[in-house]
């Protein structure tokens, strides 16, 4: 039953928030979230003692076909969990100070994103798994396409197609799978158990690869997300770039890799090759970038693609710092658009060439933002650099000149993030930012949280790396 409260608390909040008004939908939303995060809590409690055992539930979808609704729970699941609720109090907290038309429906669709979003790291059939990977999209579609910015219906257009395409290729193989499993199951456990006959895994990696590449994104199929990451709101981009794209680097460890093992392995260089090239091609896009907004934008997809080289490399080094560097880089990137989100809403641009001299007037904001982004750029003792430098390790060990090119995601990236810090926060003072607001009470209790997770997990990256071991170990195996 903890399994269902997981999905309850969420599902609950959304149909409730929908029939208010007003700030008291902010507000509930903010309430929700935090009972969702103490459940959390709660729920790792019992994860350490008790194991997956207590989060088991199983019952019939159907007789005839055989269909299930399996969740579960494991140390990757609860690590994502984990930290889809640490993040949604922090993204909802983070628009106290903003006016939001209709915040009722906005509220409401965050709420149901969440629903799914922990759907799809607790559902261990495939067909539950495809349902809340599918219903994902529906709220984010309408948060970017109500609320998003200039020429939002081309970009979230384009997102929406993007994303459904891959997502009808998914659904072909999990149809595939299903007439070719001996149980005639999609169940996790059956399907690892029985992985695919090797004459049909080629070309099923490329059903799952395809859809798991978009999501996250992978070159060439990224070309979605830099627009619509500067379109869709803020709140809208926190949760695509913090939470939604775990899901498809997620997805490769969970069904990819233990269902089609023969074809990850047949097709193991051109994954783990087009993940480095997505690093080099983004980071030197990203230096270019004079908008603050997207230049973010490329920098997640280099980081991005270090995990899926890592994950690639298929040692335990790449899987489990995979697994730390989600977490690490869903806690960064959330901290870096909403810093870009207070520039802007301050400056109403972003502009990285038009601003300097915020160190003068705004020196709470300028602290919390450095320490992000030294976060981002893997400074040791910092979260970002745990996973980077085991993600980097895997690739060294699977192949010594990719590694070299992957590495180019540090190097790289503390030229273009601390260039773009030098000129906004550092540089000479500008006289429209003379009268640059510091931080209001919720962006510096938002700020001041992500800071502090940055050193914690840094510091202390251990019950994560405790967390995964076993799973992943087994995934080797």
């Not at 669709?109 to 922990?118: K, R």
């Not at 899987?319 to 869903?330: I, K, L, P, R």
């Amino acid at each position: 039953m903890l399994s269902l409260t997981l999905l309850s608390i969420p599902l609950i909040a959304s149909i409730l928030i929908l029939f208010t008004r007003g700030n008291l939908s902010r507000s509930l939303a903010l309430v929700f979230t935090l009972v969702q995060l103490a459940f959390t809590a709660y729920a790792y409690t019992v994860f350490k003692s008790e194991g997956a055992a207590a989060f088991d539930f199983l019952a019939n979808w159907s007789v005839k076909p055989v269909l299930n609704i399996h969740f579960s729970m494991d140390g990757m699941s609860m690590v994502m969990i984990m930290l889809a609720n640490v993040l949604l109090p922090l993204i909802v907290l983070s628009g106290f100070n903003r006016d939001t038309e209709r915040p009722h429906i906005f509220y409401s669709l965050m709420l149901l994103m969440q629903f799914a979003l922990n759907g799809v790291f607790i559902s261990f059939d495939g067909f539950i798994y495809y349902i809340f990977w599918e219903l994902a999209l529906i709220p984010i579609y309408f948060i970017s396409f109500n609320w998003g910015g200039e020429n939002r219906a081309q970009v979230t257009l384009k997102f929406f197609i993007y994303t459904l395409a891959g997502s009808l290729l998914m659904l072909f193989g999990f149809l595939f799978l299903y007439n070719g499993s001996p149980a005639h199951s999609l169940d996790w456990a059956s399907l690892s158990a029985n992985p695919a006959c090797d004459c049909n895994q080629s070309w099923l990696f490329w059903l799952f690869f395809i859809a798991f590449a978009i999501k996250i994104p992978i070159i060439p199929f990224h070309t979605w997300q830099p627009d619509t990451y500067t379109t869709a709101p803020t709140q809208g981009t926190m949760l695509l770039s913090g939470i939604m794209l775990k899901m498809g680097t997620y997805s490769l460890l969970r069904w990819l890799i233990p269902i089609v093992p023969d074809g990850v392995k047949e097709w193991q260089y051109v994954a783990i090759t087009l993940s480095v090239i997505g690093i080099v091609y983004a980071s030197v896009i990203a230096i270019m970038q004079r908008d603050l907004k997207r230049l973010l934008a490329y920098s997640s997809i280099a980081h991005v693609g270090l995990i899926s080289a890592g994950i690639f490399a298929l040692n335990l080094s790449g899987f489990q710092g995979s697994m730390v560097q989600m977490f690490a880089h869903g806690i960064n990137v959330v901290g870096l658009f909403y810093c870009a989100d207070i520039i802007m809403n301050r400056t109403q641009h972003g502009e990285i060439e038009g601003l300097g001299g915020v160190r003068l007037v705004a020196p709470k904001f300028a602290t919390c933002f450095m320490i992000i982004i030294l976060g981002s750029v893997a400074l040791p003792l910092t979260n970002g650099f745990v996973g980077e430098f085991m993600l980097l390790f895997s690739v060294y060990q699977y192949n010594t000149w990719l590694s070299v090119f992957a590495g180019l995601t540090i190097i790289l990236g503390a030229v273009y993030m601390l260039r773009m810090y030098q000129k906004m926060i550092l540089g000479n003072p500008v006289k429209e930012n003379m009268n640059f607001p510091d931080l209001m009470w919720n962006e510096q209790l938002v700020l001041v949280s992500i800071g502090i997770l940055i050193i914690v997990m840094g510091v202390f990256p251990g019950p994560i790396l405790e967390l995964t071991e076993p799973v992943l170990k087994n995934l080797i195996k």
